[in-house]
């Protein structure tokens, strides 16, 4: 789903002044100010390596082959340990549910940007819509995207009244049942049982968001997404062929090869910190392009605010905290030093 640059959308009004007159949201207008102090280092001269994600068929938890099924649970526990990061194959979700998601967010996006920006889409929340980063002092804390970022308590409507809403609530559906397999081996891996995330976790304490990355005109300066660990248990992708997802081991940047016939799965802050810091969450970011846009989906598995992070093995590595006090300390740290802190700050 290619685009031209941005730049090539905003035409000069009659009055004489520029408005963007398409779908994209006006980054280069705002954020103008921020590119006459360009970063002295480029991201874009990194030498970062190609990387195939540890593949996982899933089907193997469902064998009837103890061997296999076990072999499956290892090599899950494996990829979550030493990467943080893996691929999953025979999932259990439908082709048709992809494809006519992906048509949905297509639409989505390409509504007026005045609209996506002022009025409610469909039944998403007045301030779903987001575009680039408010709190932005310098081009190193901007992200070059647009998202719908959509909480899944406000799908539980007994009767959706629009495609869009009928797919996300699916879509959504099958994810939540996914997560909860996955919990279960992850937990099982640790010794115990995935009850407690799951009574935790349920569908409406998590949250899908949709993402679409226009095109940049300063690629090597300007992320996509901001380097970041996510602050949830496990984060579950959907993407394109587009490169662009970067992740950071042994202290090196490394890039996923896109594959979008497969979905992504990441652990979260609060994985990390249940598993004494056995499982890893993993610094990522998205690298913005030139002349491509780049969609993907999320699918955040989250729990309730109320809930107590803990880890039962001693001596513990991290405090015990609610997820409502981490989200907190996060916000903080992002509006005082344009960054996140994240688990360094609950150290024991």
């Known amino acids: 789903m290619g685009s031209k640059g941005e730049e090539q959308h905003i035409k000069a009004g009659t009055d004489g002044r520029t408005s963007v007159m398409d779908f994209n949201p006006p980054l280069i207008a705002t954020y103008q100010r921020l590119f006459h102090c360009l970063p002295t280092y480029s991201h874009a001269a990194e030498a970062v390596e190609e990387c195939d994600l540890p593949l996982i068929d899933l089907s193997g938890l469902l064998s009837r082959c ?15 340990t030493e990467w943080g990061f893996f691929q ?69 409507k007994p009767q959706p009244t629009s495609a869009s809403w009928c797919v996300i609530e699916e879509f959504s559906s099958a994810m939540s ?32 968001r949709l993402n679409r990355y226009p095109p940049c005109p300063l690629p090597g300066e300007v992320f996509g997404l901001v380097p970041h660990t996510d602050s949830d248990f496990l984060t579950i992708v959907c993407q394109d062929k587009v490169t662009g997802l970067q992740l950071k081991k042994g202290g090196r940047w490394f890039t996923v090869k896109p594959n979008p016939n497969t979905l992504i799965v990441n652990v979260g802050d609060l994985f990390q910190a249940w598993s004494n810091g056995l499982y890893k969450s993993v610094e990522h970011r998205v690298m913005s392009n030139p002349h491509e846009e780049r969609f993907s989906v999320a699918y955040f598995v989250c729990p309730s605010n109320e809930t107590i992070i803990q880890s039962n093995v001693q001596p513990a590595v991290y405090g015990k905290f609610s997820f409502g006090e981490y ?12 960054q996140k802190v994240g688990l360094a700050r609950f150290l024991a």
């Open 88 to 156: 999953i194959v025979n999932h259990g979700i439908s082709n048709s549910i992809f494809a006519r998601l992906r048509a949905e967010q297509l639409k989505l996006f390409r509504q007026p940007f005045h609209k996506k920006a002022n009025e409610k889409l469909i039944e998403f929340s007045s301030d779903s819509y987001r575009w680039g980063t408010p709190t932005a002092a310098c081009l190193n804390q901007l992200s070059w995207l647009e998202s719908y970022h959509i909480p899944l308590s406000s799908t539980s």
């Open 66 to 80: 103890e061997l296999e099924a076990e072999q499956c649970k290892q090599d899950i526990i494996g990829a979550a």
């Open 327 to 338: 989200r907190r300390q996060v916000q903080q740290d992002v509006r005082l030093t344009g």
């Open 177 to 208: 049942q996914l997560a909860d397999q996955l919990i279960d081996t992850l937990a099982e891996g640790l010794g115990c049982e995935g009850t407690y995330i799951k009574e935790n976790c349920k569908r409406n304490t998590c949250y899908l």
